[in-house]
Nanobody, 126 residues
């Protein structure tokens, strides 16, 4: 079993930055493909960024809406995945969720993730 706990959300002014963290337990992090999702009020949950399983060398992928502004990374020694969010916009406001799956490589489809955190609120003011 895998447990995921997100942290780092908060209120930030447009143009500002936040770094989200997701701590994983119950399984070695190098064996987990990881992703960040978000869900805004009245909208479906969407994938924001993903990073592959593995050791030292990783692949990443981003939604077009955040490409160039967000960066996903991981630290397997700490069993933690991060989402650095820069140049935040009001439309980035959402609950952000960390997800994991015991897969080789990078996972992009929502239904392929097996484990989910409880989410952390990110609010970007205009």
């Amino acid at each position: 079993q895998v447990q995921l706990v997100e942290s780092g959300g908060g209120l930030v002014q447009a143009g500002g930055s936040l770094r989200l963290s997701c701590a994983a337990s119950g399984r070695t992090s190098s064996s987990l493909a990881m992703g960040w999702f978000r869900q805004a009020p009245g909208k479906e949950r969407e994938i924001v960024a993903a990073i592959s399983s593995g050791v030292s060398v990783y692949s990443t992928r981003y939604a077009n809406s955040v490409k160039g502004r967000f960066t996903i990374s991981r630290d397997n020694t700490e069993n933690t995945v991060y989402l650095q969010m820069n140049s935040l916009k009001p439309e980035d406001t959402a609950v952000y969720y960390c997800a994991a799956g015991p897969y080789v490589g990078l996972v992009w489809r929502t239904n392929e993730y097996d484990y989910w955190g409880q989410g952390t609120q990110v609010t970007v003011s205009s």
